[in-house]
Each structure stands twice: as C-alpha cells, then as structure tokens.
C-alpha cells in the first residue's frame, strides 16, 4: 500500500511538520511505501529524522541558487521567473501560505497530484484537500486534515470546503469539538470523519523544573500571542527578578515584540532566542512552558512539553483545551487574560512542588497521544477506507 | 590413478627451500608422497634414495617442497620420481617432465641442473665456475652490532681468491658502506665479518651486502648470500625519522643478505591510569604501566610527555616506577620551565628508552577499572613569575587516550542584569571559580586592539565563594576622546596570590552558549558635554561581553536619481530620535588611502531632507581622483562634529542602486563615476573607475555574438581547441606555459591557445609563438572559449576563461584540466573537488603521496588525478655547475600573520632571525672564503613593505629584485637552497641539489597554515632549528662542493614519481584518454 503525503514544506520546522514527519516514520515502520511531496524544499535535509524508506519529492527548490541547474536554458529560466511572480490560482487566497504560492508552483503541483494513481493521499491544509478532490485519481483514497474549526476559515474558504470535502474519503480533525463541528457542516456529503491527535514520542528524560526558565516556541506571528505573554511576564519579574523567558523563534513581529520588550525595560530577563531544533532538550531545562496563543487548533508543542513533564500555562483555546486537564496537570487561562496569565505564571513559580506534580501527571497524561494509541487509529482508519474502496 | 604425473614448474622458496608444482590426476585417497631419486626411472630394483620433503595437494595440483640440505643429496645424473601410498600401498610413480625452461640453483659450491628437454626430470650436478661466499650465521647484538660468518666456496678454476673488501649498497642511492672488520681464513676457507650500524647508521631502502674479490688477477664483486634456515632477523633499534625502528637482516630476492630499517609497530607499555589530578598547581598521573620486551637495563621509561596537537610543542614530566609497575609523573606550574602556553589540545604520552631511543606511547585509559571521574577535571593553572593563566581540562578522547584541553576561561561568570539608564551601564553579576584561591580586583573596559581603558566604578561582594560585583560607567562624564566610534570589552582582574591577570569577561554560567543573537539590550543613549553619545551593550559569539561606542546621529539615503550628466540624492537625517533642520550640515567623502577629506554642502534643504548633486564639474573642482570613496554625513551639535555613514534604508532604493553600474555616467574616455549602497551593509559608496568588462553593455552582446558564432561554426572546425593558460594570464613561465610549448613542439592533433594578457610580464617567452598567443577577453578570445574542448589551468579557471564570466565560475560548463603551480605537502590548501562547478576533469599531480592528499584531504576522486609531474619540471636545467662563483639561495616563506604594523614586523621572531642571519660575521666569512653569494629573495610582500628593514648588509648578499629575474633562474643558478616551508624546494630537489630547511618557528607554522606531511621527518633536507646549526650546515655543504646527499634520493621517492622529463608528455596522454 502505498501512502502520498502532500505538505508545505518538510524541511521546514513546527508542529505540522513534525506532525507529518511522525506519522510518516511510523507507516515506513509498518512497512507502507511512503512519499512526501514537499512544495518547497528549504535545506539539504529535512530537519526532524525520516526514516530513510521514505521517498521526498520536493517540486522547488527555494534554496539559495538552487532553483536552476547550472545547465538550465536561459529561455526557460526566463519562463520560471515569469512564472514565479504570477501570484497562485490555486491556492485560496485566504490561506496562510498564501503569497508563498504563485503559478509555476500551481503548474507542478497539479501535475503531481494528477499523477497519484493509487493508494492513500493524504493532504494538509484546506487548499491541498480541495485541489486532492478535484485533480486525483479516482482509485486514490483521499483523505483530508483540518486544524481548524470550521468557523474560523473566512467565508470564501468555507463555501469552498462545503463543497469540496464532501467528495474526499475521510477527513481528520484534532479535536471532538472540530469532529462534531464538521460532521455537522458536512453531512450531505459522503466523507467519513476522523477524531485523530498529533502523536509524539515521550523522551525518556523529565525535566528537573529546577530552573528559573520559562519557555515559549514559535512562530513570532501576531496569532501567537507572544506580545501577550511579554506583558504577562514583565509584571512577573517584579516580583520574581531571577526568572528568564526564552522565546525561541523566527518571524516578522520579531523587530516588534523586541520593542515592546524594551518598553518593558525586560530586556534582562526576556529573549527571542533563534529557532532551534532541540527544542525538546531546552523544554527539559525549562520549568514551566507558556502558550499564549490567541488561536491554537491543536497544540503539539504543549504535548511535547508535557512528554518531558514540563507543566503548561495555556489559553484556553481549543486545542489545548483538550490536551491540558486544568489544575491537573497544567493551568487555562481565560483565552486574552493578561492578569491571569500572570498570576498562572506566578502560581507554578512559586510552588515547586506544585510544578512537580503537575509535570509528572502531564507526563502521565499525554501517554494518549503516543504512537501506540494514535498510530493504531490511522492503522485503522487506512484499513476501513481500502474496504470502503474495495467494496465501490 | 593415472600413472602420469608432469612436472609443471619448479623455483627457489626462501629459506634455502625448493618447491616443485606437479599436475596429477587421482580420484583416490593419497596417504602420502615422498620424493625418490635413483639411476632409473623406473619401479626396478635398483639403489634408490628417497628424501625428506613436504608436499600438499589442492585439486590436481602436488606441490613439494624440498631443502637445499636434502637436495644436495642427489647423486649427479639421478632422476626424480615419486613414492605415493595409498590404501596403504607404496608405489612408484614416475614424474613426466613438462618444464618449460631450464631449471638452476647454486649453492655450497655446487650448481644443479634440471633441463627442459629431457624428457624425465634428470638432476645433473657441477661444481661452480665463480667463487660464492655463503653466510651460515648471523647473529645480533646489542649497540647495533651484527657478526656475521660463513664459508668461502672456490670455483672450479679459481685459484688464491683474496678478499679486497667488504660493502654494503643502498639499492636504490647506490651509495656504499665499507665494512673494516672482516677476517679470512683461506686455509680451512671461512670468513667473518662484524658490522657496527653505530659507525655506520643505515636509512631506508635495501642494503645488500657485496664484496670485491682478486680472482685470478682480477676484480670481481660477489653478492654474500644469506645461507640461514630463517629468512630474516630482527637487529637492535635505532631512531629515525623522531620515531623507533630496528635493524632488520634478511635474505633478499637474490637469497643475498640484506639489510634494512623497519619502523616498530609494536606497542610495548599498558596502562592502568588510576588517578588524574590537578591540586594547587601541581598535576599528578598515578597508575600502573607494564612493559614488555626490555632487552637490557638501559631501557626504560624515562618520562611522560604532553605534546600539543597542532603545533607539536613538548612538556616533559619525569616519572617515578616502582619495581611493581606502579608510577606517578608530577609537574609543578610553578616552574616556568613547564608551561602549557598554547591553547587546545595536549595529548599525553609516555616516553620509553629503548637502545638509547625514546619511543612515545599514548597513554590508554580503557581499562574497565578506571572510571572517569577520576582522570577528569578542569582547573587552573597559572605561573606568578610569568603572570600566566590557563584552565586546563582533563577527558578521555574518542580513542580512549588520556589528553588535555587548554583555555583561557578561567572564571565562571554571569551577568545577571545590565541597567541601561540614563546615560549610565550598571552592570551586575557574579564570578567565581571553586578551584582557584583568587579575589576580584575591579572591572574595566579595554578597548579592542587597543591601548585605551574606560575606568568604572565598582563595588565588589564576596558571598560563599561567589564574587557579586556592579560596575557603572557614567557615559556623561568620561572623556570621550579617545574612545569615539570603537568598541570596547569589559575585562575583568583577578588577584591570585598577589599577582593581576586580566580576563574577558565572559558571561558563561547558563546554558545559552551563543548570546549574540539571544540576548539583545536597548542603545543607550548619553549626552556627554553636549555631544549625542550611543552606546550599544552586547555579546560576542563567545559570549564575551562588550561595547561599540558611536553617536545617534542617523542619516539614510532617501532618493537617488541618475540624470543625464549628473547624481542626485536626497539624505534625510535624525539625531537623538528628532528629525535635523539645520543648515550646517555637509556630506564628507573618505578614501582609505587617501588622508583628506572631502567637503560637499547640499543643493537645497527642504522638508527635512538634504538634497545633493555630484556631476563631473564637480568632481573636478574636488579634486576627486580615482577610488572608492565612503560617504558620512556631519552636522555640528554644540559644537562637536557629529558623523555617521549614509546607509539605505529603503529595501527597493537599496537594490536599485547595489551596483556601480546601475548610475553610472561617463565622464572622459573609459573613466565613470557612480553611487551605489552596499547591500550588505547598506552603506552609499561614490566611486570613479573604469567600467569593469562585465558591466560594459556591449561585452555581453560581443559575448553571446561569439557564443552565437561558435555555435554555427563548431562543425567546420576539424581540431580540437586547448586553452591553456596561467596566473590570470599575466605570466608565461610556469606550467601553463610549459605544457603549451610542449604540445606546440610535439603534437598537432589539436589547436592550442595561450591565454596572455596584453602586459605579460614573460612577454619575451610568447613572442616566438604568437599566432597562438589569444588576448584575453578579445572577441576571438570569447569565441575560442565557446569553441574550446579544455580549459588547461595553472592557477584556476580564470586563467582561461573571459572576465566576463569570472563571477560565474559554478556555472562553468568547460571541462578542467588542473596542471598545479606546486607540489601540495607542505602548505594546507581551501581546495576540493567540487570547486569549479565539478568539472575538474584531471588534476596534476607529482606523486602517489599528493594523489592520496587529493583523495583523502579533499575528497577527489581516484580518476580525477593523474600522476604525471608537473610540466615545468620537464625544462628544469642545472646550471649551477659552470658557475665560477656558485651561488646560495635564502627563500623565506610568507607569513601572512606578520603583517600590516612595522613595529610588530621589525619585532617579530621572523624578522630577527632572518636579520640576524644576514649579518652574522661568521657567515660573512664563509661566503668569503670560500669565494660565494648568498641571494635573498624575500617574499613580494616584504620586498614592497619592508625591503629598508633589510638594507646594509654585506657586499656578499644579494638581496633578489624580482622585477629583475626569475625564481626558476634562481633555482638553476644556485647551487644551495636555504628555506624554511616554500615548495620552491620541489624545483630545486627535482635538480638534485642540496636543501636546508631553517625552521626556528615550526610550531608557529603549523597552528597558522599546517601541513599535510611531517615538517620534521618527511622533508628533502637538512633541518635546522637554530642559525648555529644552519651555519654547520652550509660550511658542510661548502666543504664537499655542495654534493646532494643520497638518502634524499629515497626521501623524493615520496614526491616525484617520476624524473624523466617526460612529465607534459604524461599529462597529453592522459587527457587524451579522457572520453
């Protein structure tokens, strides 16, 4: 059997990345053929481990000189270039990547997906499910992933996915509450819906939480809320002068939140620190993980925290509503409550012991999204839809 | 079973042994073979002789193997055949002779026969014509001594042999060794003879023994052969090449006895390390160590060494053993005698004696036994006399070997808050260091490579070991003199027994082990008298923590517009965070070589934005000469000139203006001026200059013309086209241009170009062929690059190919042959085989030895490495011998770390040791007596920086202008070369002449630029440390006519393959063997 994902860019960094790079390790394990297609291609290798079974497909190469070979025709280089500044057709305007996309990107991808003859594809964000509907072979089981509830996309997404993701074979969502949320939108439609977390790897190492470090990693985007947890912070340091937050990340509001960390005068306890790929060994040298998001569907990063029993201060938003068991083994804040966020803050800063016990039942309570739960229901899920197939 | 059995092939075994390869088929189960001799070949009854043999049976093959003791047994005439039990029954078997030639083997003055053509294997026995002399007994004893005897065999018809002497040859330096000691006995006819290698050391290769013996009348020299059951003894050691080998005596392939030197590569101690330790400056190794094979008293272990990994420096511990093995090395920091200085790693050996030869051995810690934990530690060391401080770390290496790591991070520090307020830094942090009994002087600023320091205000705390310290500097009040515009680290001193040593204040006690990027303070601004002062706090890489002191004042370069005949731009500007409206402001233009500045007011002030014009009138009136120019923009604050450099702010207005062609305009001829913002620091740039060949808009189109051209006309081009070219074109004298009058005097399957620029320096070298000299970047020069099959290289591509193309070099489609403008060894090189797009289709080299350098350093692959020698070898000519007044050659190498200041030159170790060579009188007296001139030739660097450093010298020494000759003169007109590390010696070498290597900076060297050989055992000469030695060493070369001594013969082996003067020939051949 074989199995296609179709992602953004694998060689990139975050949670849908890792997401995809995890599942992906655990169908090579099971001995499925696997193949991720990559739009992008940003470094030689990828920066999580794939299993080497896996095949990658990436269709540009963004790397610096890369796009070319050194024997491409100027003519054709000419037509690429033109190309690339066409902005996408594709793709829906409203999604994120958007201005990532443009035709010549259009051109390859839909070549690719009409390509899939067989097998599963699975693909990642709302567009790519659409265009999986309308490009793919009709033997290609088409499944879906949704990180969102269905009410958060802009209105020309949802009338798009109204009437695209009725025709997929399955759809997968993070949460009960986005499940019943799209068995409800799409019920005419035929497509089965799946209730699938992001799955992770529990380390064998627990952080101490004996360090006066509280981290934070993402994108330094205005949906994650990172100038909320500055303000958050800084009244912390009045009262606890000793303690550090590191933000590790990369993005455009890096400039902005920098100043507002100087506004603060925070500047000696508050870092953007770059983005890292151990993000995991510094979570072990943290003692409390803080997610400010304004909107989070899922919250892989709060898992991983967890998995290292790290105890998490987190809006209440969706997703880590349902990963965080409140006063059990992490604390939810009133989603926008600086004042709260703080005094959360406050509380695991200053009982210890209160954080121990909190991270060791963290640790305890992510064992659900480990591979054995969460692989068996994509094993499952697989199995189901090649009867399905079978029997239409 | 077939009774035929054939005799396929017989030969000599070592050991005095032969072996006989017979071909029988049998399907039964043989018990045993033995060998039979008698009258007959066959089953009778006649007298036969059976003989102790071995045999072995694989397939259809019988190999037997007989000694010379048992077949010198066969009666002369007999005939061969076998005895084979089997089932228990013995049968005759005879033997079929199916020998293809005559078989012969002489020893103890007889010589048998097996000849092809009988038909049966008949063994026919004479006494030897020719005297043979056979060695029987060898034996070895200690101070490499080897008695040898043996018995002198007469030949039939020789009568009083009388033996002259006794020798040893080097095969391949021919050169002998006379052995003194050595008795006949011509009655009972033996010989001895005894050799002393402590007379006469041995270096490598095969010396076989001879001797020259009076028969009848007459010379005749004689191989002594080796007549011993074992092939090989192994002799006492000796040192060579700084390592342990030993004496080895041997039968050769021509069974004489031989001798030679074998590197040992056995180890002889094991280690059981129980303790590392590093208490109050004293370092301790405590363990027991084992010693195998220890021939005499004498050898022992004598020491423990730390030896540095790059610069190989040596630090002696002594030992102490006990009769059970245990031992302890100690060394005491105090001692300025033993001072780990140079930083990194220090591996750690002990030194065992063995025949008066230290032989290292890395000290392992594998053991089971031993735990880390007690080999590990990092503490201070520190020397008060010297005032010298190091950390020093213990571990357990990959390979499990003991080493050291050396740094200069001393204290654990953390700056746990830096106030950045009004106008003030307060620092506030901790230092300490469990394992050092020191106290915290203050905290300064020290101005980086400078002298300046900014005193500040400190209070220090001790708390538990722990030293809290603030320090404040108030911006407001300093003077600001000396500090503006630089920037500044905070230096810490610490006391350690009375003694100061400043440290860098690193802030390296959490685990963000890069802060640079991490942690980011906000610019503080000061008013200091009236000027706008701006600090900037941060750290380095290293996490060392610093200051860049400048003004606030910002200027960004708004609008640039290229008219017709002149620039405008527009500059708006900030101080302090509030926009300037005043009219006292101007733009300064500075050239780094040149001292003044130059002045420009603004056109108009409007709106808070400056506008300027540049235009040719302009630049006259200025003054402007050619050069880059950078662009500030000043006002005056309360009196202070305030500056800043004009940066871009705009990402468009940057990019639109990043290149010198983007506004350049004409001014007369071929000379432009042009604005142009710095893309990476976005500085605006003025520059005048002529057009570059790629920025000139027609080139491109001449370019793609000649691309066009060669396209259309490739197919009625019959021959193939060779560039070839070297040094940018600029020179004809090297291998480029070697190989170019190779091909154009020897072969004519292909066109070859010489790529030259108009002002070749070896102008005179191309004149005779310049139908094929191509100008570069002429159009016929574009077109043949189109057309060419090979880019044939000296230096690098750009040899060959267009200007216009030079900043393309990854996408070069042309295929590369790598000729070289040197022997790679002794200077580490940034090279690899994906340089130049991949296309290196074969590289040059000289000799196996570079070829693995190639292969293993930087990862070409087998086939892209021809070793053929370089081309310039091939018209290397000694001329040193007709000269009346020979010639010594000084080349020293460059050191790129000895540069820019006088000072640090003219007190550099180079400088003076150089110095104080030229003016040594006892070398004065040399050059006069013996009639000689000793030519200088010091780097181009030095000739155009420091030539007066070298002036008043004796009338002797020529100090070598290079507009005036060549090196490859220099090398065929000298007769000795004096150098330190230049590979100008593998052309003086390939000519068989004497080299001396003066390295008094060895270590130096190898942490600078390293090498890919030992510059202590693998060079083709003489070394010397001090100028002493190198002055014994040339009144040696003086006093024996500067004869090459032969052992580096066998050193060159390792460089040059071959020495025929056939080396352009290879290369031809071997790029014609490219499909």
Not at chain 1, 182 to 190: A, F, I, R
Not at chain 2, 481 to 487: C, G, N, T, Y
Not at chain 2, 554 to 562: D, E, G
Not at chain 2, 838 to 864: C, D, R, T, W, Y
Request: charged share 25%; with cysteine.
């Amino acid at each position: 059997m074989k199995i296609t994902f179709l992602v953004y860019n694998i060689y990139g960094m975050g949670g849908t990345v890792r997401t995809v790079a995890n599942i992906a390790n655990f169908f090579a394990s099971k001995d499925y053929l696997v193949e991720i297609i990559s739009i992008r291609r940003t470094s030689e290798n990828p920066l999580f481990i794939l299993d080497p079974k896996i095949k990658l497909t990436p269709l540009i190469d963004a790397r610096r000189g890369m796009l070319f070979r050194a024997n491409t025709p100027g003519y054709k280089k000419f037509l690429i270039n033109l190309l690339l500044k066409i902005p996408s057709i594709l793709i829906d305007k409203n999604e994120d990547l958007y201005k990532m996309f443009n035709l010549f990107i259009d051109l390859k991808l839909r070549s690719v997906i009409k390509r899939i003859n067989k097998g599963v594809l699975i693909t990642t964000i709302p567009s790519f499910n659409i265009l999986s509907v309308k490009y793919s072979n009709k033997a290609v089981i088409k499944i879906g992933q949704e990180h969102k509830f269905f009410e958060a996309h802009p209105e020309g997404l949802q009338k798009k996915i109204k009437k695209y993701y009725g025709k997929l074979d399955g759809l997968t969502c993070l949460t009960s509450s986005d499940k019943a949320n799209y068995e409800d939108v799409l019920k005419e439609g035929q497509v089965k819906i799946y209730k699938i977390e992001n799955a992770t790897h529990i380390p064998e190492e627990t952080a101490k939480l004996d360090k006066k470090v509280i981290i934070a990693a993402g994108r330094f985007s205005y949906e994650k809320g990172y100038d909320l947890l500055i303000l958050a912070f800084s009244e912390v340091i009045k009262k606890h002068p000793d303690w550090k937050l590191k933000i590790f990340g990369t993005g455009g509001e890096e400039e902005s939140l920098r100043n507002l960390i100087f506004e603060q005068k925070a500047y000696n306890n508050i870092y953007l620190m770059p983005k890292t790929d151990k993000i995991i060994k510094e979570m072990i040298n943290s003692s409390v993980y803080a997610l400010s998001s304004r909107s989070e569907s899922f919250g892989m990063v709060l898992i991983e925290a967890m998995s290292v029993g790290v105890p998490c201060v987190s809006f209440a938003c969706t997703g880590p509503r349902e990963v965080i068991l409140d006063h059990v083994d992490g604390l939810l804040v009133e989603e926008g409550n600086i004042e709260d966020f703080t005094n959360s803050l406050l509380t695991l800063i200053e009982s210890e012991s209160l954080r121990k016990e909190m991270g060791t039942k963290a640790k305890e309570n992510v064992e659900r999204y480990t591979f054995n739960i969460v692989g068996g229901k994509w094993e499952e899920l697989i199995q189901e839809q090649v009867k399905q197939k079978q029997k239409s | 079973m077939k009774n035929n059995v054939f005799l396929e092939k017989i030969y000599r075994l070592k050991n005095r042994r032969i072996k006989l390869i017979l071909n029988m088929e049998t399907r039964e189960t043989i018990d045993h073979v033995g060998i039979i001799v008698g009258p007959t070949p066959k089953a009778d009854h006649s007298f036969k002789h059976s003989l102790n043999s071995s045999y072995k049976i694989i397939d259809n093959n019988l190999e037997i193997i007989i000694s010379y003791k048992e077949f010198s047994k066969i009666p002369d005439g007999s005939i061969i055949g076998l005895m084979i039990t089997s089932e228990n029954q013995a049968r005759y078997i005879e033997i079929i002779n199916h020998l293809k030639k005559k078989f012969s083997v002489s020893f103890s003055g007889e010589t048998y026969l097996i000849s092809e053509k009988e038909d049966r294997i008949k063994v026919c026995k004479k006494s030897s014509k020719g005297l043979i002399l056979e060695c029987d007994e060898i034996l070895s004893y200690k101070g490499k001594r080897f008695e040898l005897s043996g018995i002198l065999y007469n030949g039939s018809n020789i009568h009083e042999p009388k033996i002259n002497n006794v020798y040893l040859q080097n095969e391949d330096t021919k050169e002998k060794v006379f052995i003194e000691n050595f008795t006949v006995n011509y009655s009972v006819n033996t010989f001895k003879i005894s050799i002393n290698l402590n007379i006469h050391p041995l270096y490598e290769g095969e010396w076989n023994l001879f001797s020259t013996i009076n028969v009848n009348n007459k010379d005749e020299i004689t191989s002594i052969l080796f007549c011993k059951e074992q092939s090989k003894l192994q002799g006492d050691y000796l040192e060579y090449n700084n390592s342990l080998h030993y004496y080895e005596v041997y039968e050769n392939k021509q069974s004489q006895v031989a001798f030679h030197i074998v590197k040992n590569k056995r180890k002889f101690i094991s280690f059981d390390i129980n303790g590392v330790a590093l208490e109050r400056n004293l370092l301790t190794i405590q363990g027991f160590l084992q010693v195998s094979l220890i021939s005499s008293k004498e050898d022992k272990v004598t020491n423990i060494i730390f030896m540095n990994r790059d610069t190989k420096e040596k630090v002696n511990l002594p030992i102490d053993i006990d009769n059970n093995g245990a031992f302890s090395a100690k060394i005491s920091f105090d001692d300025e005698n033993n001072l780990i200085k140079e930083n990194g790693t220090w591996d750690v050996f002990a030194a065992l004696c063995i025949s008066g030869v230290n032989e290292l051995t890395r000290i392992n810690i594998n053991s089971n036994q031993t735990s880390e934990e007690f080999i590990s530690f990092s503490k201070p060391i520190y020397n008060n006399q010297l005032g010298f401080i190091k950390n020093v770390r213990s571990y357990k290496t990959v390979g499990g070997n003991l080493a050291l790591h050396v740094t200069d991070q001393i204290v654990t520090c953390d700056i746990t808050k830096a106030e950045l307020e009004d106008g003030r830094t307060i620092v506030n942090g901790f230092v300490f260091n469990g394992d050092l009994d020191f106290s915290l002087k203050d905290i300064h600023l020290q101005k980086i490579n400078g002298e300046e320091k900014i005193i500040c205000k400190n209070e220090v705390k001790k708390d538990n070991n722990l030293f809290y310290f603030k320090t404040e500097i108030d911006w407001g009040t300093i003077n600001i003199k000396e500090i503006i515009d630089s920037d500044f680290q905070f230096i810490i001193t610490i006391i350690v027994k009375d003694k100061e040593y400043p440290l860098e204040l690193v802030s390296n006690f959490d685990d963000i082990s890069n802060k640079s990027r991490a942690i980011i303070y906000p610019l503080l601004r000061a008013n200091n008298n009236g000027y706008p002062l701006q600090v900037r706090h941060f750290y380095n890489r290293k996490n060392a923590f610093l200051v860049s002191i400048g003004n606030t004042l910002n200027a960004y370069c708004i609008a640039l517009r290229k008219r017709r005949k002149e620039l405008e731009f527009e500059i708006s500007s900030d101080i302090d965070q509030t926009l300037i409206n005043s009219n006292d402001v101007e733009l300064v233009l500075k050239n780094r070589n040149l001292d003044n500045e130059i002045k420009l007011s603004p056109q108009k002030n409007a709106n808070n934005k400056y506008l300027f014009r540049i235009n040719e009138s302009l630049i006259k009136n200025l003054g402007l000469s050619i050069g880059s120019y950078e662009i500030f923009f000043a006002i005056k604050v309360n009196n202070f000139g305030v500056m800043t450099r004009v940066k871009g702010i705009d990402a468009r207005i940057i990019e639109r203006n990043s290149t010198f062609k983007s506004n350049a305009i004409r001014m007369n001829e071929n000379i432009y001026y042009s604005l142009l913002i710095d893309q990476k620091s976005t500085s605006l740039n003025f520059e005048i200059r002529e057009l570059k060949v790629i920025e000139k808009s027609g080139e491109k189109i001449k370019f793609l013309l000649a691309k066009g051209l060669a396209k259309m006309t490739r197919r009625f081009i019959k021959k193939p086209v060779w560039l070839i070219g070297e040094n940018l074109g600029e020179i004809a004298q090297d291998n480029g241009f070697a190989f170019f009058q190779y091909c154009m005097k020897t072969e004519n399957s292909e066109k070859y170009y010489y790529v030259s620029k108009q002002d070749n320096k070896n102008a005179e070298n191309i004149k005779p062929y310049h139908a094929n000299v191509l100008l570069y970047d002429s159009f016929k020069h574009y077109f043949l690059y189109w057309v060419c099959q090979y880019l044939i290289v000296s230096h690098g591509i750009r040899d060959t190919i267009p200007s216009i193309v030079h900043n393309k070099l990854n996408n070069n489609p042309k295929r590369i042959i790598y000729l070289q403008h040197g022997i790679i060894a002794m200077k580490k090189l940034q090279f690899n085989k994906d340089s130049y797009n991949g296309k290196i289709k074969k590289f040059v080299v000289s000799s196996v030895h570079e070829k693995n350098i190639l292969i293993e350093k930087m990862n070409f692959k087998p086939k892209q490495v021809m070793v053929t020698g370089l081309s310039r070898f091939d018209n290397l000519i000694d001329k040193s011998k007709d000269n009346k007044i020979k010639e010594i050659l000084l080349i020293p190498t460059w050191r790129e770390w000895l540069i820019d200041s006088k000072t640090e030159f003219l007190t550099s170790e180079f400088y003076n040791q150089y110095i104080g060579l030229l003016r040594d009188p006892h070398l004065h007296g040399i050059l006069e007596k013996y009639n000689l001139i000793l030519k200088f030739f010091p780097h181009i660097e030095i000739q155009r920086k420091y030539m007066d450093s070298f002036s008043s010298l004796n009338e002797r020494i020529e100090v070598v202008n290079i507009d005036k000759t060549t090196v490859r003169d220099l090398i065929q007109e000298s007769s000795l070369l004096i150098t330190d590390y230049s590979s100008v010696v593998f052309d003086f070498n390939y000519l068989r002449k004497p080299v001396v290597f003066f390295q008094f900076d060895l270590h130096d060297y190898l942490r600078h630029r390293g090498s890919y050989v030992d510059l202590r055992t693998d060079l083709i000469g003489d070394i010397a440390d001090t100028k002493l030695e190198l002055l014994n060493y040339i009144s040696e070369y003086v006093k024996t006519d500067f004869k090459y001594k032969p052992i580096y013969n066998i050193k060159s082996k390792k460089y040059y393959a071959y020495h025929d003067q056939e080396n352009s020939k290879r290369i031809y051949e071997e790029i014609k063997k490219i499909k």
